[in-house]
């Protein structure tokens, strides 16, 4: 979400101190792959596969989620396309050698026997049509192997939110029952069977596996907020079943073959009274949230009526996409946020490490570590793995070194919380206490599993150092920071070490500025805002970009053009631009094969307003991306990116 929202994500008020100080960006260090250290780390369990995927299609599709791999040691050509140009056309643009083909758009049927209604133009698929069709703002997305192929697998993807002006006939006129369950609908997560034959990949439709997860699915609640009073509702007086997942953002695989997806901007569907209590505040909600207007034909969004339904938002849910009838979980251990995402690194003796960030202004950084190890036997031996362990919270202290912070109900600063319960659903009130680094909006990580870097995204944040929000500090090194950076950290002894080393990977920005703080350091092309980042199955690492419709290619951002996906040389530190999306879209989410041979990106939101809701009397006002048809709407999708003699993406 690219979120001019997010004047409205800026909900920390609280006094941690900033170190003034800046950080010395030329600081660099050369990382290198190994596949064998991958693999041992990734399979702490020898034999061990979720139902579907073979031992080594496993180990090659976690590498989706972040690592280097590089067979035998060798460094795999990196950067080895030439540079795409920087552009505002409404067009998606590759390399020379490249094709990328648009892909299950937004109200494709997903393919569930019985109920595949076809998509229509003019917006009059219905909300039950809705609910079988791909939703819209695709976001992240993996790919899960069947019986080990790169050939044929899952395409799982988030659809974070909808744009009420594009999704129905007349817009947000004659607001109903009807289009709140259709809005409800478009967004969540989707299941769809994908197929390669020859040279092009198709949907298996009908499949078994074809499913959507919609913010009506019934979800557990696993972890300490599980029947914790304050996620007691009227229709679930045990706390222990909540109804929907939204504003999906950023998604990651787990070592055991699962699904993790992150509940981001939770807070801007419900609608409070006039004046919020200080918990509501504290977590963004206000009286008309973003205007989705659900609760007025849906009164579990009216937190007026119904308190607790807002803390059963915000949490990492995971998904068994394997299992049709698997029932997906919201692991509370992990802490409550505005959750991009959550990423799994695995310690030497098994047990699962779980970075997550909180795309908000001034907010943190999580590390959950699991009490158990990985068990072989997939997502039912690992069923409450995410539910028991340590969550800290991260502190960037000067001079490159940083601890991570337990977060235990009743010691130190903590001593208020009567129990972990109550420390995650207010983990923004415990960070506080903590006195945690304020960030830059972290959004995705990515973790080098050869090095054991791990490397966060901190898209922007204009509010820094302005009037009285917090100033630069070490981590955060820029006031007014309009083009983001790259952060990354690395434990001392394992990913459960209490301190850490930590520098950053660049400063965004374009040398022609006046400003001194928006000309960065970038070696290579130019970017901004970085949001998606991920390494490839052979070590490449991949940072996608998101800046606002409002800004881009206007002001600092003028020469940026359109959002954009590079890859980064992270022996020498060169970026090098690899697409460039249509017009006022986001780029987010990359789910390479296990062969690296073809990639999906999610085009998210082209032809996106400034407003970020479209206004149905001129639909196609920026865009109508892919289909580009003369009285068509611009729609999310996903594409296929393949090079043409079938090569390694970015070889
Ligand atoms: Fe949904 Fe933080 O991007
Ligand atoms: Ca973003
Ligand atoms: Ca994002």
Redesign the pocket.
Known sequence: ???DFDRMEDSNRSGNPSIHEVSDPARRVVLRGSGAALLAGLAPAAGWAPAGLSASALAASVALGGCAATGGGAAPPRLGFKSVPAGAADRITVPEGYTATPFLPWGEPVGIAGQMPAFKDDASNSAADQAVQMGMHHDGVHFFPLEGSPAHGLLVMNHEYADDGLLHVGGMSDWSAEKVRKSQAAHGVSVTEVRLEGSRWHAVRPSRYARRFTASTPFAIGGPAAGHPMMRTATDPEGRRALGTLNNCASSLTPWGTYLSGEENFHGYFATADQPTAHERRWGLRKSGFGYRWHEHDERFDAVRHPNEPNRFGWVVEIDPYDPTSTPVKRTALGRAAHEGAWVAVTQDGRAVVYSGE?ARFEYIYRFVSRDKIKPGGFRANAELLDHGQLYVARFDAGGRGRWMPMVAGQGPLIGFPNQGEVVIKARQASDLLGATKMDRP?WLAIDKATRWVYCTL?NNSSRGQGSNPAPDAANPRAQNSFGHIIRWREEGDYDGELFEWNHLVLAGDPANERAEAKGNIKGDLFA?P?GITFDPLGGLWVQT?MGPAAMNKGELARIGNNQMLACDLATGEFRRFLVGPVNC?ITGAAFTPDSRTVFVNIQHPGETPSERSDPREPRRFSNWPDFKPDGRPRSATVVIRKDDGGVIGS
């Open positions: 979400m690219a979120k795309d959004e898209t805002c949001d998101d986001e």
